[in-house]
């Protein structure tokens, strides 16, 4: 299995909104609604931002937002905040109970 | 609140074996699936593998034949080995829970570094 393919950085100024892509095969982004998104600050360990898609934890931001199209998955932060600089990844179940992860994101706050 | 802590060696010789235990608190192990994942400098994460507090095991296909997932219910324990390492190996390790096989992780450890030297 093949992580799954993120833009290295994507970047915007405060206020504005960006999306991060995460694009996978038929066999795992795009058979399953669980694909996952993580945020992560230099230094600490992974959060959970998204999962099944497009569910937000209890005190994740209504900012952060997930779609799926076909093989592709994507998370919008909008309304952009310096604090949401950090590194991005996706997951999603990959079948046969695996689980793949996306190379990750640099979200860079203008 | 669950609470998950790695401990284990910060240094593994090239060709040694691993080993790495996770510590839960704050919730039983028996229940969700444990995971490991790990986390070269400067890259990406890599799903290791995970465990079923009745033992019931998957692995990464790409790192099968070398990993090994335990459990110990009654000190609320997990354990990683990874046999023959190399400095590919070298990487930070988290271990994490995830709610079901399909689904996402919702709580992480702090990370532990494992250097291997040659």
């Known amino acids: 299995q093949s992580a799954l393919t993120q833009p290295p950085s994507a970047s915007g100024s405060p206020g504005q909104s960006v999306t991060i892509s995460c694009t996978g095969t038929s066999s795992d982004v795009g058979s399953y609604n669980y694909v996952s998104w993580y945020q992560q600050h230099p230094g600490k360990a992974p959060k959970l931002m998204i999962y099944?898609?497009?569910k937000r934890p209890s005190g994740v931001p209504d900012r952060f937002s997930g779609t799926k199209s076909g093989n592709t998955a994507s998370l919008t932060v909008s309304g952009l905040q310096a604090e949401d600089e950090a590194d991005y990844y996706c997951?999603?179940?990959?079948?046969?109970?695996?689980?793949?992860f996306g190379g990750g994101t640099k979200l860079t706050v203008l | 609140q669950v609470q998950l802590q790695e401990s284990g060696p910060g240094l593994v010789k090239a060709s040694e074996t691993l080993s790495l235990t996770c510590s839960v608190s704050?919730?039983?192990?028996?229940?969700?699936?444990w995971n490991w994942i790990r986390q070269p400098p400067g890259k990406g994460l890599e799903w290791i593998g995970h465990?079923?507090?009745?033992?019931?095991?998957n692995y990464n296909p790409s790192l099968k034949s070398r990993v090994t997932i335990s459990v110990d219910t009654s000190k609320n324990q997990f354990s990683l080995k990874l046999s023959s390492v190399t400095a590919a190996d070298t990487a930070l390790y988290y271990c994490?829970?995830?709610?079901?096989?399909?689904?996402?992780?919702?709580?992480w450890g702090q990370g532990t570094l494992v250097t291997v030297s040659s």
């Open positions: 994490a829970r995830r709610i079901d096989w399909l689904g996402h992780i919702d709580s």
């Open positions: 465990i079923y507090h009745s033992g019931s095991t």
């Open positions: 099944e898609v497009s």
């Open positions: 704050g919730g039983s192990i028996s229940s969700y699936y």
């Open positions: 997951s999603s179940y990959a079948g046969s109970n695996n689980l793949i």
